[in-house]
């Protein structure tokens, strides 16, 4: 039986190369005639630069930055002959952002800019911008000031480029390409950028917004996008995906002329991933938390829907499971690591020994 285990990351705990590890070592164990291919997925958010950046060859490289609050970071991305590959989450993710610290209308994504305008300056092409994981809620303009985007106020003032001050710009300056950049944003949701199913509602309280902030920084970023076609002429707030990373989608799309793609699409044609479903029997894929997010362009999904056309049977572990009528047509066996005596604290306390002890239900 020849397996294709092709897991994402389980957020917090394990790494999709760890995952997809854990996993062939169980299913060795309990079909000891195994032929085993281990492939890594990701799907846009954080650690797709680093997983395109190993399966590709890419060389890791380093920069001084700033974090989403401006505070000083180096921040790894990774070059391919002409290629880039980043996540914006290297210099302006939620996880360099402790809990008590978050000041979502305070924070924005200039470091992934400064980033961006080296690898631009450098001649890199396409760079490949991994959305997942943001610690803001910006539409981008962070990451347009450092390429060079002026933000001014009624009395002609600069403004900093930060989420509290949507509602106070009046004027924008554009700066001068040569040639628009090439930038592509690998998306892991289909979020739009405005409305209650909008960036700002969605994404808004896990970065530190309370409701009330909420509905105005909502109307305040609505203002916002009529001045931007005012100025600049363009309207991509209702374009799918526009809303991932807080509105860094909407950015690049409106700053840097740039297109959203599916970062999983991109990984799976990158990676040959179809090719390698073809040769399989069965393939087993997972993540951290299945739920009807995961029907929203996450991997899981993905490898599900395309060993679905190729006719294999699909198997998914995932830390926790919240089971969605959607899912039922997709995966054939479906084990949640958080079950029975692992209790969800357990499975984030010693994920290895608990994903390892429950893997092996997917052959029982």
Do not use: C
């Amino acid at each position: 039986m020849r397996y294709l285990i092709a897991p994402d990351k389980f957020k917090g705990t394990l790494s999709a190369q760890e995952v997809g590890r854990i996993v062939a070592e169980v299913a060795r164990e309990q079909d000891p005639e195994a032929d085993v291919d281990i492939l890594p997925i990701a799907d846009g958010g954080e650690g797709t630069a680093a997983l395109l950046a190993v399966q590709l060859g890419a060389q890791p490289r380093s920069m001084d930055t700033v974090d989403a609050l401006g505070r000083p970071i180096s921040a790894q991305y990774f070059v391919s002959e002409t290629e880039a590959f980043l996540d914006m989450s290297a210099a302006s993710g939620l996880w360099q952002i402790a809990r008590e610290e978050r000041q979502p209308l305070q924070s924005n994504t200039y470091g992934t800019g400064i980033i961006i305008r080296e690898l631009i300056d450098a001649g890199l092409a396409p760079i490949y911008v991994g959305l997942g994981g943001s610690a803001t809620v910006d539409a981008g303009i962070g990451m347009a000031a450092a390429l060079g985007y002026k933000f001014r106020d009624p009395q002609s003032a600069l403004l900093e480029p930060l989420p509290k001050h949507f509602g106070e710009i009046l004027r924008i300056e554009k700066p001068s390409f040569a040639k628009p950049p090439q930038v592509l944003g690998l998306a892991d949701v289909e979020t739009r950028l405005l409305g209650t199913s909008g960036a700002i509602y969605t994404f808004g309280p896990q970065k530190g917004l309370n409701p009330e902030q909420v509905q105005s920084l909502d109307r305040e970023l609505a203002k916002f996008v009529a001045l931007v076609q005012r100025e600049l002429g363009v309207n991509h707030s209702e374009v799918t995906r526009a809303g991932a990373a807080g509105g860094l989608g909407y950015g690049i799309m409106t700053f840097l002329e740039g297109t959203l793609v599916s970062g999983f699409a991109v990984v799976a044609e990158r990676l040959k991933l179809r090719e390698r479903i073809a040769a399989a029997d069965i393939v087993i894929t997972g993540e951290g938390k299945l739920d009807s997010q995961s029907l929203e362009g996450k991997g899981p999904f993905g490898v599900a829907t395309a060993a679905k056309e190729a006719g294999k049977p699909v198997w998914v572990i995932a830390g926790t499971v919240e089971q969605h009528p959607g899912m039922q047509s997709y995966f054939d066996r479906t084990i949640a690591v958080a079950s029975g005596e692992i209790t969800p604290d357990i499975a984030m306390k010693r994920p290895e020994e608990s994903l390892r002890k429950r893997a092996a239900a997917l052959w029982s």
